[in-house]
């Protein structure tokens, strides 16, 4: 039924042929670079966020999250002071089917306004919980939407402008996991996937940190470029975690939910099969021998073990691209993230499919064509204005959007309420990694990215959605644009934005 068995997944280091990124492979011990110090252990279970408890209220499936201060240990025999959603650190994930109604009140117990929004979700902009939807402290904001969309790896987070980075590194993020509708065909191709929740389809959010003397967390950025690159790096919040694993064929969704850094991971000697990109599952499953993932982005893998084995999940050198000083923006250290531990009996898991999901937006249909030039903090030349619209779209309408990094160091580009598909980079069809429903990408500098997106829905004159590079200093001190999905013959109306308040409609 496939051509991509375990076998060949297990007999895969032998192909070494399969990718450019083989080379780094032979510099994978011990950390480089700006500094990323290794744990001496990789022997602190990995922790699980649980999954989110909800009710049905008149057929809506109603979450509740608690964003409040809390004390975590990120490694042995320290304590730091954190932010989290239901708990100190992190946040429970959220499980959805498609086609469902859900709701989302989140309740701010922390001493300053943040807000909550749905990286990767298609919804209405009043419900995105972008720097519009802040939620003061003490309030209960709720979001309802119908999920619409494939089923996917998205994720939560706050967007407060300017602060961002700060409440994210602090701790405010977790999953929202979006499953197939019940009989759908997708739902046929998850069955066979692995899909038990924290025994064989693991969430892995990776973020790095950096701690003072007294183990609290710093964000001091040591002046470079990008933004926080913490010498600690964390997997679901602590460093040197280890995952039993009881399976032969082990899914890890991975989202970078680091501030700054860029991680390319990989196992040594030992490919991967990339499923799954931001939107959902590819075409069909991808052997890889690394990922890049930079903010924000994710990716779902599947790892195949044997009986006993044990092997580290490893960040190489990510390439970035042609930045100037690669050293001072992480792409020279490369370290072990995550220990797999293979049980000496493992249970049996079903081929993986041939084919995945199908999709695809309609180059042929494109409408409007945009260009955004990233460069320094600004777009286009300029930062981002809460109080201006920068682009306006028109609802049903298919559009190819240039985005080209000016500099010289990282950037990527996320945008709000759609999943893009990459049209080319500089011209040429992207790599298949990349030809999957995204959310977020890494522009590396000079290049162009011809991104397409249709804006199938959700109207509003008045309430934009954010786009930004997902370095989160970089989008806090202005590297953010606003555009509203209007419909045909309306205007953007940026007198609520503006403080002049909101008709109601
Ligand atoms: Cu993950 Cu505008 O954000
Ligand atoms: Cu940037």
Not at 278 to 287: F, I, Q, S, T, Y
Request: charged share 20%.
């Amino acid at each position: 039924m496939t051509g991509l068995t375990r076998r060949q997944l297990l007999a895969s280091g032998a192909a070494g042929a399969a990718g450019a990124g083989i080379a780094a492979l032979a510099g994978c011990s011990g950390a480089s670079g700006t500094g990323v110090s290794e744990p001496e252990a990789f022997d602190t279970p990995l922790p699980i966020p649980p999954l989110a408890d909800s009710r049905m209220v008149d057929g809506i499936r109603t979450f509740t999250l608690t964003a409040q201060e809390g004390s975590w240990q990120f490694q042995s025999g320290q304590q730091a002071s954190t932010w989290g959603f239901d708990g100190p650190y992190g946040g429970p994930t959220l499980r959805a089917a498609v086609g469902e109604r859900v709701a989302v009140e989140v309740t701010n117990e922390l001493p300053e306004a943040t807000s909550t929004h749905w990286h990767g979700m298609h919804l209405p902009a009043e419900m995105d919980g972008g720097p519009h939807q802040m939620i003061e402290p003490g309030e209960t904001w709720r979001a309802e939407w119908v999920v619409d969309q494939a089923p996917g790896t998205l994720w939560y987070h706050p967007h407060p402008h300017g602060a961002t980075e700060r409440h994210v590194y602090r701790g405010l993020a977790g999953m929202f996991q979006l499953v197939p509708a019940p009989g759908s065909q997708v739902a046929a191709v998850e069955e066979q996937l692995p899909h038990t929740y924290g025994v064989d389809d693991v969430p892995v959010v990776i973020a790095d940190k950096s701690f003072d003397e007294d183990g609290e967390l710093v964000i001091d950025d040591g002046g470079n470029e990008v933004g926080l690159l913490g010498d600690v790096v964390t997997v679901n919040g602590v460093a040197g975690a280890r995952l039993e694993v009881t399976t032969q064929l082990v899914r890890l969704r991975i989202l970078n939910a680091s501030t700054a850094r860029t991680y390319s991971l990989g196992l040594p000697e030992q490919e991967m099969l990339l499923i799954a990109s931001d939107g959902g599952l590819l075409r069909a499953p991808l052997e890889v021998t690394q990922v890049r993932l930079s903010p924000g982005e994710r990716a779902e893998v599947l790892v195949a073990l044997q009986p006993g084995q044990e092997v580290r999940l490893h960040s190489y050198e990510p390439d970035l691209g042609q930045v100037a000083a690669p050293f001072a923006v992480g792409a020279n250290d490369a370290f072990d993230v995550l220990a797999l531990v293979a049980a000496e009996e493992l249970t049996a898991s079903a081929e993986v499919p041939e084919q995945l999901a199908s999709f695809g937006l309609d180059a042929g249909a494109v409408s409007v064509r945009r260009h955004f030039e990233l460069q320094g903090r600004q777009i286009n030349g300029a930062r981002m204005d809460m109080a201006r619209i920068d682009e306006t779209v028109q609802v049903g309408s298919t559009e190819l959007w240039t985005v080209r990094n000016l500099d010289l160091f990282p950037h990527n580009f996320h945008v709000h309420d759609v999943q893009f598909e990459v049209h080319a980079i500089d011209g040429a069809p992207p790599p298949p990694e990349l030809a999957g429903r995204k959310d977020t990408v890494y522009t590396e500098p000079h290049r162009d990215y011809e991104l397409l997106l249709t804006f199938t829905d959700y109207t509003d004159t008045q309430w934009p959605y954010m786009y930004h590079c997902h370095l989160l200093r970089h989008e806090d001190e202005g590297l953010m644009g606003q555009f509203v999905v209007v419909a045909p013959g309306q205007e953007a109306d940026p007198s609520l934005i503006s403080g002049a308040g909101r008709e109601h409609e």
